[in-house]
């Protein structure tokens, strides 16, 4: 058998072993990850190769996954077709697709060619959000997600003169000046400029987030959700030596990661805490837990196994958690809200809940929305217009003397 043959069989038969959780197991990224490091026959570049191709097929599972019952080389083939061409997956692309014809860079000659019809987003999701259903919009959620980087530090330089040494293209965004895409299929972690601190890896759409609200330098803060720290960071950056930033999370692994973070970006104005905060702080930022339908290109997983009950639920803790953490806003204080959704449920629906309810906060407006449209005091960030993931961002502010 050739190479490429018995490939072909290894991924069948990962597709095989994963395609009982597929669409039940949010947590499948780990599955997939224990099967590929599991097999020792795998080198690196086979676990590139089967890691595209099986994301590959999530992405276009309503595609696929209906040959595997009937013609499972066609699958494979598929799936192959529908892979971005990387060094991992050029020369089985070649090697299984023979006369088939470039892939086309349009969805609709895409399914015109396979012969498919089946929507590639859950129906039930146009309520939520019926601009993801907008060709260009659908595209980019199909689409690999870009690697987007945020530079760090008064040396802008550092990073993008070690890229241009080491052969990497990159390019900087157009939209923030501070955020780098690199475009080569690379390891960014092992760079020195990841080591000491320069760059961070945060999409630019979650850049977008802190700088759409136009910060001053220096002031008391608070991130009441900061997980692992992308924003924590950023925040960090933003408010510069003079700010001060409570980062806060109940799960302790996540802010040790953030502390070893800080400590690589040189950034000694970010405190952790687990307990709830009793005091109140110039601003909050609430990046608040959600179903994460704005991260399918990169999880897209995630489309098959999120149902609307679980974002009707993520809405009631994210109204919860805002609800809680407003009474950490001092009069005149600053509160910005942010998901990594676009379901309208826990964006748009949860703000006007919210506002009902705590009617001494009001809307702030944003110092850019980068072409976006602002409703009811806050903005979602589509994909397709920078390449991003999906957010949304709300800027509120508390009466002074409430």
Known sequence: MSRAGSQEQNFLHLLAALRPYWRREAGLPARIQALLSGNRAFGSRDRRLYRELIYTTLR??????????TEPDRAAQAAAWLAAETSATQAFRAALLGDWPPCPPTLA????FLQASASLLPAWFHEHCPEAFEPAQTEALL???PLWLR???LDAGIATREFDALGWPWRRSETLASALKLTADVDVTKSEAYRQ???EVQDLGSQLILASIGLAPGGDWLDACAGAGGKTLQLASLLGPAGRIDAHDVRPAALAELRIRAQRAGLDTITTITTAPTRTYDGVLVDAPCSGTGTW????????????????AAAKQQLALLLDFSHNVRPGGR?????????QHENG???TAFLAARPEFSPEPFATTFGFTPQAGGFTILPARHDTDGFFVASLRRRPGS
């Open 60 to 69: 276009y599972l309503p595609w696929i996954e209906p040959l595997l019952d």
């Open 109 to 112: 000659d895409r399914a015109a």
């Open 143 to 145: 689409a690999r997600a």
């Open 151 to 153: 530079e760090q530090g």
């Open 197 to 199: 601190g320069h760059i």
């Open 297 to 312: 290109r990169r999880a897209p997983h995630l489309k098959w196994t999120t149902t609307p009950a679980q974002i009707e």
């Open 335 to 343: 509160l910005v809200y942010a998901t990594c959704s676009l379901s």
């Open 349 to 351: 629906d949860v703000l």
